[in-house]
């Protein structure tokens, strides 16, 4: 059974950093799409950044581009998001999400939009103060 189990949430200043990130247990993550995800109080989930597992190619929201960056180490089958410069604008729980398809057939725009992630973790609350 493929599981996304994510951590690294907590509470910060703005101005700060925060590192996320998500473990997969019954899956490879190895050739993939995966990306996080969030969604604060009374408003819709967007897509945060979403990066393809078997090149590393990578997309941002524009709102984020330039602060935070997605990573992976398939090894470890870990997806990971590095928030740097955090605003209160961020807070929201965040969820990571995969396809655990064995391919990742999306590039750019369509790696947040065009994809339908199947598994989904937990999420994990960050809030920035």
């Known amino acids: 059974q493929v599981q996304l189990v994510e951590s690294g949430g907590g509470s910060v200043q703005a101005g700060g950093s925060l590192r996320l990130s998500c473990e997969a247990s019954?899956?490879?993550?190895?050739?993939?799409?995966a990306g996080w995800f969030r969604q604060a109080p009374g408003q819709e989930r967007e897509g945060v950044a979403a990066?393809?597992?078997?090149?590393?190619?990578?997309y941002y929201l524009n709102s984020v581009e330039g602060r935070f960056i997605i990573s992976r180490d398939n090894a470890k089958r870990s997806l990971y998001l590095q928030m740097n410069s955090l605003k209160p604008e961020d807070t929201a729980m965040y969820y990571c999400a995969a396809t655990f398809s064995g391919v990742c057939p999306a590039y750019g725009w369509a790696l947040l939009h065009g994809v339908q992630y199947n598994y989904w973790g937990q999420g994990t609350q960050v809030t920035v103060s």
């Open positions: 019954g899956g490879s993550l190895s050739r993939d799409c």
């Open positions: 990066i393809d597992t078997g090149d590393g190619s990578t």
